[in-house]
């Protein structure tokens, strides 16, 4: 299986969720640097979706979290592994890294939600949830496991695992959006870049078509 790695704050936990439910007095005292009030860590709730998308994607990958705790809050580190007891038991016992070099991690694919801490250096493919191409956890589970499921390393065969054609009609219609939304951007302003990204992402379309028994040729996208 395949390294998948998950950051926490802002991707499994909601971090303004923890900051609402602070009194006005700790906000206050804590001004600019909130992430360092004792305990905030324990306070939040989960991202919506990002439950279900990591059960999910149990089935597919070799998880584990890859997140930062702030050097001045001595219990963030305690807090954060208790929050994940809370919400996943047992799922990422041993097998959480609390780093501020995420770049020094091997793995296919990191979940964060920003670009600090070594995240946009991730030796793997740095998944940047929230982003206009992955808003939310619908979009990155889709895309992981089309990433993951499809074919195998001649890039040919379909894999044997069980496919659920839900989540490749999904899969596709994520696929046929961000299409357009690459489309409607090449029409203002072409740029090499715009252009492999539409052309990757229409071939990948193409392939799920092809899982889903397709017929009609003119569905596909022309490579």
Excluded at 108 to 128: I, M, T
Excluded at 188 to 214: C, M, P
């Amino acid at each position: 299986m395949q390294k998948l790695f998950f950051d926490m704050d802002g991707v499994l936990v909601d971090f303004q969720s923890g900051i609402d439910k602070l009194s006005d007095e700790v906000k206050k005292e804590y001004e600019g640097r909130l992430d360092e009030v004792p305990g905030i860590f324990s306070l939040m709730d989960p991202m919506p979706g990002a439950i279900e998308a990591v059960n999910t994607l149990s089935e597919y990958y070799d998880m584990y979290i890859l997140s930062t705790a702030p050097w001045k809050n001595t219990t963030a580190y305690s807090d954060k592994l208790a929050w994940l007891t809370k919400h996943f038991g047992d799922r990422f016992k041993k097998r959480v890294v609390i780093t501020h070099c995420k770049n020094l991690c091997d793995g296919d694919f990191l979940v964060d939600d920003r670009a600090k801490n070594g995240a946009s250096e991730f030796p793997g493919v740095w998944v940047q949830f929230g982003s206009e191409r992955f808003p939310d956890w619908e979009e990155v589970t889709c895309y992981l496991i089309s990433e993951t499921l499809l074919y195998d390393e001649d890039d040919e065969k379909l894999n044997k695992r069980q496919i659920s054609y839900l989540m490749v009609e999904k899969t596709i219609k994520m696929l046929d959006a961000y299409t357009e939304m690459l489309n409607a951007k090449v029409e203002q302003e072409y740029t090499k870049e715009l252009a492999n990204e539409i052309l990757a992402a229409s071939k990948l379309t193409n392939k799920w078509l092809k899982v889903l028994g397709e017929e009609n040729e003119s569905a596909y996208y022309i490579d």
